[in-house]
């Protein structure tokens, strides 16, 4: 391949593109588990939640794609398997329940703002450490818009009443059912 003479170090490149293989593990992780719950949710806020989620899941799924090809524009290769999503990401899946629809947000909300911190700390590790920013910025806005659709979220479960001890209204329904 013919070198890439963008004014970056390979190491420099390669400490970004490891960045954005984070990423896009955590975006394709969090597409999964917002259509997962817009499949799955029941009760009262059924149509918008249902309607959030597909919104939210295109989204995402733009953002992949952006994430997925500006590794290649900086000369590297995009994880492409499940098996390394897995691996390279931090959203935990909770395979085998079904939350309620109050479980659900909360959970999606956790999720999105794990992702937040993580792209703060890869922001800054971008601009500082590799000197590139390009995808400092880039990542800025991806950022802006999980900030966003952690709002959009958040604003269904606050204000909900909470249980005896303070807590968060239950997130598990008793038996659990379906993956
Ligand atoms: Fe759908």
């Given at each position: 391949m013919r070198p890439l003479n963008i004014g970056l170090t390979e190491e420099?490149?390669?400490g970004v593109i490891e960045l954005l293989n984070k990423d896009l593990s955590d975006a394709y992780l969090l597409v999964v588990k917002t259509?997962?719950?817009h499949?799955?949710?029941v009760g009262p806020q059924f149509r918008s939640l249902h309607e959030i989620w597909e919104e939210q899941y295109q989204q995402l799924t733009e953002n992949i794609d952006a994430i997925a090809e500006r590794v290649r524009a900086l000369g590297g290769y995009p994880i492409g398997t499940m098996e390394g999503f897995l691996k390279n990401g931090t959203i935990k899946e909770h395979g085998g329940d079904v939350p309620t629809?109050?479980?659900?947000?909360?959970r999606l909300v956790d999720d999105h703002e794990q992702v937040i911190r993580n792209l703060r700390e890869h922001i800054d590790r971008c601009s500082e450490?590799?000197?590139d920013e390009g995808t400092a910025?880039?990542?800025?806005?991806l950022m802006e818009g999980h900030e966003e659709m952690a709002w959009m979220l958040r604003?269904?479960?606050e204000g909900q009443a909470l249980e005896a001890d303070g807590s968060q209204?239950?997130?598990e329904r008793k038996t659990p059912v379906g993956v």
């Amino acid at each position: 391949m013919r070198p890439l003479n963008i004014g970056l170090t390979e190491e420099q490149r390669n400490g970004v593109i490891e960045l954005l293989n984070k990423d896009l593990s955590d975006a394709y992780l969090l597409v999964v588990k917002t259509k997962k719950y817009h499949w799955d949710v029941v009760g009262p806020q059924f149509r918008s939640l249902h309607e959030i989620w597909e919104e939210q899941y295109q989204q995402l799924t733009e953002n992949i794609d952006a994430i997925a090809e500006r590794v290649r524009a900086l000369g590297g290769y995009p994880i492409g398997t499940m098996e390394g999503f897995l691996k390279n990401g931090t959203i935990k899946e909770h395979g085998g329940d079904v939350p309620t629809a109050t479980g659900m947000v909360a959970r999606l909300v956790d999720d999105h703002e794990q992702v937040i911190r993580n792209l703060r700390e890869h922001i800054d590790r971008c601009s500082e450490e590799f000197h590139d920013e390009g995808t400092a910025d880039f990542l800025t806005g991806l950022m802006e818009g999980h900030e966003e659709m952690a709002w959009m979220l958040r604003s269904f479960i606050e204000g909900q009443a909470l249980e005896a001890d303070g807590s968060q209204p239950a997130t598990e329904r008793k038996t659990p059912v379906g993956v």
